[in-house]
């Protein structure tokens, strides 16, 4: 049983991860680098670690925690993304004396295209981004560092305050209609903290898992029928060639991927049910 549980890069996710342990008598500690960031979460009632670099975390901390959770994004800077991962992590890992479990927030990015094809934990990984790569040298990273760790590949997170209703609802919406249709896929941040859940209390080490739900969907139309249920605006739907000219690269990079992402293991070992299996189911989530 996990007693206490440290979150590394205490973001989005790991903030309603932090309140789910909590409920359940769990203490946690979160890093953040953002003063700023620390009070909203001290608010919440997390102890909280102001830490430029894991490697700034004291080892008494380090070895009084039984799970961690790396939730750190990839380093942007001149060069471009860079997995930190690959720096710090070798120092710290044989700190963490008392850790039964540890978690790695990737992404479904790491398979790079599938040309519309499933792809499920036994594909090969071929990124085709430096986002992906990145990602990829850091899941390695953990899988090798000596500690029981597992592997999550987030698809596209959605949920309260992190969605795109308002965007929408402003109008001028633009997204790529791909010839053949681009697929892509999504998880509500709700699904996640339970799958994450599940993990820590049915532990395997090794195990690497997709965070995906039950409706991969081209972007196109996912955001059309979005802004149809919620009396939006129509989006604007570009050709391959409007898009590449009119949108930030890192939007056409980010859904120039085409693939569906198989949930079938998360199902099997961790949650039989979604709480949200598509982005309708969640919906109602986001307008509370």
């Known amino acids: 049983m996990i007693r206490s549980l440290l979150i590394l890069g205490c973001g989005y996710v790991g903030e309603r991860l932090a309140e789910a342990c909590m409920a359940e008598g769990i203490r946690v500690i979160g890093t953040t ?27 008494a901390c380090l070895a009084s925690v039984d799970a961690v959770l790396d939730s750190i994004p990839l380093t942007r800077d001149e060069q471009g993304m860079h997995a930190s ?35 499920d934990e036994s594909c090969p990984c071929r990124p085709t981004s430096a986002r992906g790569s ?84 081209p972007h196109a139309d996912y955001v059309t029928e979005l802004a149809r249920l919620i009396g939006a605006p129509a989006p604007e739907l570009l050709s391959e060639a409007e898009g590449e000219s009119l949108l930030p690269a890192a939007v056409l990079d980010f859904f120039r991927d085409n693939k569906r992402v198989s949930n079938r293991l998360l199902h ?16 109602p989530s986001l307008i509370e």
């Open 33 to 59: 680098r953002n003063r700023e960031r620390a009070r909203q979460l001290q608010e919440k009632g997390l102890e909280v670690m102001l830490a430029a670099s894991p490697n700034d975390i004291p080892n």
């Open 134 to 217: 990145e990602r990829l040298k850091a899941e390695s990273a953990w899988l090798h560092c000596g500690l029981p760790a597992e592997v999550f590949r987030l698809a596209g997170i959605y949920g309260p305050e992190r969605n795109i209703l308002g965007r929408l609802r402003a109008g001028g919406y633009r997204s790529v209609q791909w010839q053949p249709p681009h697929y892509s896929s999504r998880i509500h941040v709700d699904d996640i903290v339970a799958a994450l859940m599940a993990a820590m209390n049915s532990p395997r080490p090794g195990r690497i898992v997709n965070l995906a739900d039950d409706l991969p969907l």
């Open 85 to 119: 991962q690959t720096l710090w992590l070798p120092e710290l890992a044989p700190k963490f004396s008392s850790v039964g479990w540890a978690g790695y927030l990737s992404t479904t990015g790491v398979y790079g295209d599938a040309g519309g094809a499933w792809v």
């Open 268 to 283: 099997r070992e961790l949650l039989p049910e979604l709480k949200y299996p598509d982005f309708r189911a969640g919906l």
